[in-house]
């Protein structure tokens, strides 16, 4: 068995979030299948703490969420958000 056939894999737990302390730069990673390549994209600060933290947000803020991680995606990794109150 080669060590390219192993596969780690590293959880890191972060603070929940708080006014007082900021969280850490976030380094997200991508394949380019178009340009066979690995792409960085590289957040200033994570827009939040963890999955829990999304589960608990009003629309608005996850709404918030998404534009962060929009600004600095890959048009094509970009998210979309779509009104669906009006459907309600």
Known sequence: MSSHSLKRSRSVS???????????????????????????????????????????????QLEAVVRALNERLPRRLRIGIEDDEEEA
């Open 14 to 60: 972060l603070p929940p979030s708080s006014p007082h302390a900021p969280l850490p730069p976030v380094i997200l990673q991508t394949y380019s299948i178009s340009t066979d390549s690995i792409v960085l994209t590289a957040l200033p600060a994570a827009p939040f703490c963890c999955h829990e933290d999304l589960l608990t947000m009003p629309r608005r």
